[in-house]
Each structure stands twice: as structure tokens, then as C-alpha cells.
């Protein structure tokens, strides 16, 4: 038993009074701790998880935005795939190009808009269309979800002003596929994107077997 003053007299402070006792206090912090230390790497994974799983819609905005401005501006257009610095995933840019008589879209450069200028032959000049780019900083590291582009080299995709893909450039790309690592098999599926001849990507599964809906096409 102790005193306690205070104003108008004396209370007595007993055993019977509330509160956490330096061991209480100490157990409780020994038992946060470990359950921190058992849920922060699961969230961590689940996090990671979450953004492998939702990179193919990354690639598929870029792919389907491509094919839209395209037929937007009655133009033609091409998504380029580079090397993102970050995470070794892959950035994309649209760029949209008029074509005039004597002045075709080839790939060299000039012809294109940038994205600080559009380009030479914009109907609405100064004011018309800059490319758009979108960089992959959010996606997981490439060695986590492993990017291949088929074929081998191939980076670009042209795009005629009805939308449909342009086939008369060399190397286009086909195909991106995404594989996870050892470290998210079984959480996150391999998936493949494929643009068709009429423009539009979809979704396959490369793993299933021939003749599957859930496929990719040869």
C-alpha cells in the first residue's frame, strides 16, 4: 500500500487498480513483434503478387490505345516497346505519323510525332497529337515476371488508319509473354498477350495444351 496526495486529502493507491505490469507489457511487445515477422513477408508477397498478376493489362492499355488513336486521328500509329531502367520490364510509347504524298510512314524518325512535338504533317499543326509514354516503374522486377517479346529483337507494332496492324514492317511484334518466377509459381499464372491482324490483343494461356480455347494461336 502507498499514498497518493492530492487536493482536498490523502487516497490510498491498492492492488486492485487497472493498468499493464512491466511483464504484461513486455510479452505483449514479444508477441506483436512475432506477429510482424510472420505477416509482413506474406503481405510483401501478396503485394507483389498482386501487381505480376495485373501487368498484362499494362501492355494491353498500350496495345489497345495504340489501335484506338490510330483511328482517332485517321493516322497511322505504332506502339514501341524500350527497355524500362528500373525494373528491366518494358515501357511503351505511341506515336502517330501523317502520311502526305512523298512522305511515307517508314520507320525512321522525323516522320513520327515525339513527346514533345507532333508530327510534320498534323492537320492541326503545333496543337495536334504528342506521343503518349508510360513508363513501367510500377510492375515488378523482370526477374520476378519474366517479359519475352516474340520475335526475338522485335519491339514495334504499326498500326493503319482503320485500326489493323500494318504487316508490311519488318520484325513486328506478335507476342509478349509474361512468366513468373519460381517465387510466385503457383500464385501467379503465365500469360501471353497477342495482337491480331485486325488490331486487337487478347489474353492467352501458354502453358495449356494445343486446341485449348484458353490457347494462344500458333
Not at 522525323?110 to 510500377?138: C, E, H, I, L, M
Not at 526477374?143 to 488508319?161: A, C, F, K, N, R
Request: overall charge negative.
Amino acid at each position: 500500500m502507498f499514498q497518493l496526495e492530492r487536493a482536498g486529502g490523502w487516497a490510498e493507491a491498492g492492488a486492485g487498480q487497472g493498468g499493464f505490469t512491466m511483464v504484461e507489457l513486455m510479452i505483449a511487445l514479444v508477441v506483436f513483434a512475432f506477429m510482424l515477422a510472420l505477416g509482413v513477408p506474406n503481405m510483401s508477397k501478396w503485394v507483389l503478387a498482386s501487381k505480376a498478376r495485373s501487368a498484362s493489362e499494362f501492355y494491353v492499355d498500350g496495345f489497345a490505345r495504340a489501335r484506338r488513336e490510330a483511328v482517332a486521328h485517321n493516322a497511322r500509329s505504332r506502339i514501341v516497346l524500350s527497355p524500362n531502367l528500373v525494373n528491366g520490364q518494358m515501357d511503351w510509347q505511341i506515336d502517330l505519323c501523317f502520311p502526305v504524298p512523298g512522305t511515307p510512314c517508314s520507320q525512321v524518325s522525323g516522320v513520327w510525332s515525339t513527346p514533345d512535338t507532333p508530327a510534320p504533317n498534323d492537320p492541326q499543326g503545333a496543337a495536334g497529337y504528342k506521343s503518349v509514354f508510360r513508363g513501367a516503374d510500377a510492375l515488378p522486377q523482370a526477374d520476378t515476371l519474366v517479359p519475352t517479346l516474340t520475335p526475338q529483337g522485335s519491339s514495334e507494332i504499326y498500326y493503319t488508319e482503320l485500326g489493323w496492324v500494318d504487316t508490311t514492317f519488318a520484325q513486328r511484334l506478335t507476342r509478349l509473354q509474361l512468366e513468373p518466377s519460381s517465387q510466385l509459381a503457383g500464385e501467379v499464372p503465365s500469360v501471353a498477350l497477342v495482337v491480331t491482324l485486325a488490331g486487337m490483343a487478347s489474353k492467352c494461356d501458354p502453358t495449356v495444351a494445343p486446341g485449348d480455347s484458353r490457347g494462344c494461336p500458333p
